[in-house]
């Protein structure tokens, strides 16, 4: 009896190590969110907004499942706003069970009622982030697009060469690497054709909302108009861009990379962006 606890002890000490082992988190990757959601239109107008629940959830859910800690940051370190129409289970294949269990991964997220600052994860050792996500949703057009906080964020991933995933309308935020990205945004709300100065992205593969798919969202605000289409942006910008029909998964990759073009990418920019932190482990 002695000798069958022995073993059974030792049993439950390997099992335990490998149990503690598999627990063991990979890293951190940051998250980065709007502090807005308030978005601006041609009129003066403004459009409710937010993040997608499904842009953020999904991948969110496949890094926790992977072993990465997510670190929520926005502009101002407050909470981030979801987009209410992103709340549907149409986002979620028809699965409403699927979309509260999503919703219930982002409520339980640290830091998803008072996130850290750009301030804050800029004064930080950004080395210990090992990728980066931006989830979409029109938010990122407000305060992501026209920010030289994000675009110094940006800039350290990509000299670190680790990856970085945007989704939907999130790289819009890729702009803001740029030298002056206020007064390219500014360009571009005038109508007129701007020039980038020194994109850190320019030439990427890449894809983003595309026009169509603009098209109906815009016809959705009942006449009223918003200030400019980010696929057109991005390829003044000097991004190659890539599409494929309206509402179809797209994730595209260059380099350190992945973007996602529409909602209906979120699964494959989530494993996508796993695969592509788990090799540089």
């Not at 339980?108 to 994860?121: A, K, T």
Request: net charge negative; hydrophobic share 40%; aromatic share 8%.
């Amino acid at each position: 009896m002695k000798r069958f606890n022995l073993i059974t002890l030792s049993l439950l000490g390997l099992l335990s190590a490998a149990t503690s082992h598999a627990a063991e988190p990979k890293g951190q990757v940051l998250v980065l969110l709007s502090s807005e959601n308030q978005l601006a239109l041609k009129d003066g107008k403004h459009y409710t907004t937010g993040y997608y629940l499904n842009e953020f959830g999904v991948p969110a859910d496949q890094l926790l499942k992977a072993g990465y800690e997510l670190v929520l940051v926005t502009p101002k370190g407050n909470a981030p706003s979801v987009d209410k129409g992103s709340i549907d289970p149409m986002y979620f294949a028809g699965d409403r069970a699927e979309m509260q269990r999503i919703q219930q991964v982002v409520a339980g997220l640290p830091g998803i009622d008072d996130s850290l600052s750009l301030q804050e994860v800029l004064a930080s050792d950004l080395s210990q982030y090992e990728g980066l996500l931006i989830p979409g949703g029109h938010a990122p057009l407000i305060d992501l697009a026209n920010n030289p906080q994000v675009g110094t964020l940006l800039k350290h991933f990509n000299q670190a060469g680790k990856p970085t995933a945007a989704i939907c309308h999130g790289p819009i935020a890729l702009l803001s690497a740029q030298a002056d990205p206020q007064g390219f945004e500014a360009v571009l709300a005038r109508g007129e054709q701007p020039a980038a100065q020194d994109w850190t992205y320019q030439g990427y593969r890449m894809t983003i909302f595309s026009a169509p798919e603009e098209a109906v969202f815009e016809a959705s605000l009942k006449g009223d108009k918003i200030r400019y289409y980010p696929g057109q942006a991005m390829s003044a910008a000097g991004g190659q861009l890539q599409y494929a029909d309206a509402w179809q998964p797209k994730v595209v990759v260059d380099r350190e990379l992945i973007t996602g073009q529409n909602p209906f990418s979120d699964h494959l920019l989530a494993k996508t962006l796993v695969e592509a932190l788990n090799a540089q482990q």
